[in-house]
């Protein structure tokens, strides 16, 4: 039984979500080998190549897919998945746009945001915003699976040694080009990485208001988020929700400020190790799943605990 792991990275280094689907990989048993799609990757492929228990990196350098589309990408990963077992890769915008496109192409079915492996063929994912955990057993020959970086714990980044081998396969399917991107740039951790999360929902009455929770945040060496009512009212980007529609955190700290705890929100950041919420209506359902609760205008609280740190 052997595993291709998709790697997740930028043309330099290989992101942190592709420890934690070698991971998943390493769970599921037999040998582990990780496909580094991309232009000018060979720093990428020898980060791959060090990452724990991985024996092979192949390495697609093309200007094809120099920026990753799935047009060009996913028949490449079909192309030399047919000869695995289990086609995996993380539950990232990428993996979420290139998987499904792989497992049409090898007419099978995709098993999405996995959170455990049970064994070779069977897995748990979250239904209904998490409320409920599924069970599901696969019979296709080939395994097509996303993988929830929260429900596993990353392998070490250093330590390995595997071969390295170079892919000559270029598929340009011409449907697609790449115009340009826009990245958001800060000083704080990058949400889905940073340790401490601090979070601010409807109740921060306006994007200005947000003030409050930076401050903090920079004290603490925290990322900032957002529920999605407080994305969908234009306090702050996009970028910054966190939740089912948004992105998924499971930080060592979660400070949710203002957040009354929507399914849709709970989704993303119920597995934070421990959980504070500061909200003035004691009925919140935040409330629930909170380690430590305050309840308390937001307004005073977060100066307050910002004077204490």
């Known amino acids: 039984m052997t595993i291709l792991v998709i790697a997740e990275h930028d043309n330099k280094v290989v ?35 060090k990452i724990a ?28 998945g047919a000869g695995y077992s289990h086609i995996l890769a993380a539950a990232t915008s990428n993996g979420k746009n290139i998987l499904p496109r792989v497992a049409a192409q090898l007419d099978v079915d995709q098993i999405s945001e996995i959170i455990s492996v049970e064994s070779a063929d069977t897995f748990k994912r979250p239904i209904y915003a998490g409320n409920a955990i599924a069970t599901v057993q696969s019979t296709a020959s080939v395994k097509v699976i996303t993988v929830r970086a929260t429900g596993f714990d990353p392998v070490a980044a250093e330590g390995g040694s595997a071969a390295v081998e170079a892919v000559a396969a270029a598929h340009d399917a011409g449907t697609s080009s790449f115009v340009g991107e826009e990245l958001a740039k800060s000083d704080r951790p990058e949400l ?3 340790k401490i999360v601090v979070s601010g929902g409807r109740g921060m009455q306006n994007g200005d208001n947000f003030k409050h929770l930076y401050a903090l945040a920079d004290k603490l060496g925290a990322a900032v ?22 992105k998924i955190v499971a930080p060592q700290l979660y400070i949710a400020v203002g957040i009354s705890g929507a399914i849709q929100h709970l989704a993303g950041m119920k597995d934070s190790k421990v959980i504070v ?14 380690d430590y609760g305050l309840v308390a205008d937001l307004f005073e609280a977060v100066p307050e605990l910002s004077k204490l740190v």
Do not use: C, W
């Not at 988020?225 to 089912?244: H, I, K, L």
């Open 15 to 49: 992101a942190p979500a592709t420890l934690n689907t070698v991971a998943a990989a390493a769970k599921i048993g037999g040998d582990v080998h990780v496909l580094v799609a991309g232009q000018n990757v060979g720093a990428v492929a020898e980060a791959a190549a």
């Open 225 to 246: 988020g957002a529920s999605r009512a407080a994305v969908d009212a234009g306090f702050v980007p996009n970028d910054m929700q966190v939740g089912q529609t948004g």
């Open 53 to 80: 228990g991985v024996s092979k990196v192949l390495v697609a350098d093309n200007a094809a897919y120099a920026h990753q589309l799935p047009e060009n990408v996913a028949p490449l990963v079909a192309e030399l």
């Open 192 to 194: 889905t990485a940073a």
């Open 277 to 290: 919420a500061i909200n003035k209506d004691e009925e919140a359902p935040i409330f629930q799943v909170a």
